[in-house]
């Protein structure tokens, strides 16, 4: 079982820059994929950005040149890096971790809140 803890959340005026933590509690050199998603009350789950075992990275299109997404592996935590805020970046945002194998497994942070707004 793996317990993943966000926090950094909190509320930035536009323009502002954030950066959330999802401290895992186990080495994350176990965990395959390491992922962002975020929720509007009322919307689907999106994905934000993830970044794979090896390093690579993909974003979501409306995040991509503003957000970066890293792992420590020694600290056991993935980060999101957010710049340039949005109003429209306001959510609830979770921390997602993969372990693959012939049963691939998820599990999920309990979420941080962003809210962006003058």
């Known amino acids: 079982q793996v317990q993943l803890v966000e926090s950094g959340g909190g509320l930035v005026q536009p323009g502002g820059s954030l950066r959330l933590s999802c401290a895992a509690s186990t080495s994350i050199f176990s965990i395959d994929d390491m992922a962002w998603y975020r929720q509007i009350p009322g919307k689907e789950r999106e994905l934000v950005a993830v970044?794979?075992?090896?390093?690579?990275?993909n974003y979501a299109d409306s995040v991509k040149g503003r957000f970066t997404i890293s792992r420590d592996n020694p600290k056991n935590t993935a980060y999101l890096q957010m710049n340039s805020l949005k109003p429209e970046d306001t959510a609830v945002y979770y921390c997602?971790?993969?372990?693959?194998?012939?049963?691939?497994?998820?599990?999920w942070g309990q979420g941080t809140q962003v809210t962006v707004s003058s």
């Open positions: 997602h971790a993969i372990i693959r194998g012939s049963v691939p497994v998820d599990y």
């Open positions: 970044i794979f075992r090896g390093g690579s990275t």
